[in-house]
C-alpha cells in the first residue's frame, strides 16, 4: 500500500523494478493497475511469484551458492540471510540503509514478541520473496524522491479481533506490530480489523522523522493512494496516502 501510494504520487514504477534487479534474487512479476475502495480510487501494486519447481531454495552469495531444504516455501529466509542478501546487491548505500533499518526493527518485535533470538527470527510472511520487493521498493522510491524530511501521522490502528499468522492466532494489533510502534502515537479505530501490520510499521518508524499531525500551512504538491488487498472495514477504505508538499 505505500509504495502504492507513492508510485501514484508520480514516481516511475520502472524505475523500482530496475534497482531491484540489483539484487540478487528473481522469480516475480510486479504490475500496477488502478481500482476502487469504498469509492476512492487507488494504485494498486501486485507482486506475483512463479511457483517454486520443488521445496528446496536455492540461495546465491557472491559468486557460489547452495541449496537449503530446511525452508518449506520457496523465498523463506532468515534475518541473517536477508541482512547479507542486501548487504551484498548492488543498491546504492542510502538504500541499503533504510531497508537494513526497517528489517531489523522488524526482526527486534518479532524476537520479542515470540522469545528468541534475533539472529534466530525467520521471517515468514516478511522473508517471503513478494514482501522483500515490497519493502525494499518502498525504500527505493523514497530515495528516488529524496525528500528533505519525512513525517507521518499518528498510525491508525485495528482494536480487538484476532489476525491468522504463520505464527497462529494473533490478537490486533498483533504484538510485533505494537513492538514496533513502542512510544509512537497511534490512533486505535474500532474495527475489529487489522489496520496496521508489522511490516506497515516498520516501514513507517523506519522512514519517518516524526509522528505528529500534518504540519500547518502546508502547500500539498502531490498526493498519491495505494491500495491493499481488502476493501476496507466498515466506513473506513482500504488505502494508504501519500502527501508531498512544502512547508
Request: charged content about 25%; aromatic content about 4%; glycine content about 8%.
Amino acid at each position: 500500500m505505500i509504495l502504492g501510494a507513492l508510485i501514484d504520487c508520480g514516481i516511475p514504477l520502472q524505475h523500482v523494478i530496475g534497482e531491484l534487479e540489483k539484487i540478487n534474487f528473481s522469480g516475480y512479476k510486479i504490475a500496477e493497475s488502478m481500482t476502487t475502495r469504498k469509492s476512492l480510487s487507488a494504485r494498486r501494486i501486485e507482486i506475483t511469484l512463479k511457483e517454486p519447481k520443488n521445496k528446496v531454495s536455492v540461495h546465491s552469495h557472491k559468486n557460489h551458492s547452495y541449496k537449503s531444504d530446511h525452508h518449506t516455501h520457496e523465498g523463506f529466509r532468515t534475518w541473517k540471510e536477508v541482512r547479507e542478501l542486501l548487504k551484498d546487491s548492488r543498491l546504492p548505500d542510502s538504500t541499503k540503509e533504510k531497508s537494513l533499518r526497517a528489517f531489523e526493527l522488524l526482526a527486534e518485535a518479532e524476537a520479542k514478541a515470540h522469545g528468541v533470538a534475533r539472529a534466530d527470527v525467520h521471517f515468514h510472511e516478511v522473508g517471503a520473496t513478494d514482501s522483500l520487493v515490497d519493502m525494499i521498493g518502498t525504500c527505493i522510491a523514497v530515495d528516488f524522491l529524496q525528500p528533505d524530511k519525512i513525517i507521518s501521522t499518528p498510525v491508525a490502528v485495528g482494536s480487538g479481533g484476532f489476525v491468522d499468522c504463520s505464527h497462529g492466532r494473533m490478537p490486533v494489533p498483533t504484538p510485533a506490530t505494537l513492538n514496533i510502534l513502542s512510544g509512537k502515537p497511534i490512533r486505535p479505530q474500532p474495527v475489529e480489523m487489522e489496520l496496521c501490520t508489522p511490516t506497515g510499521a516498520a516501514l513507517l518508524v523506519g522512514l519517518a522523522e516524526s509522528f505528529e499531525d500534518l504540519p500547518k500551512d502546508i502547500r500539498i504538491l502531490k498526493t498519491g493512494l495505494g491500495a491493499g488487498s481488502r476493501e476496507g472495514a466498515g466506513d473506513l477504505p482500504g488505502v494508504f496516502r501519500a502527501i508531498l508538499a512544502e512547508y
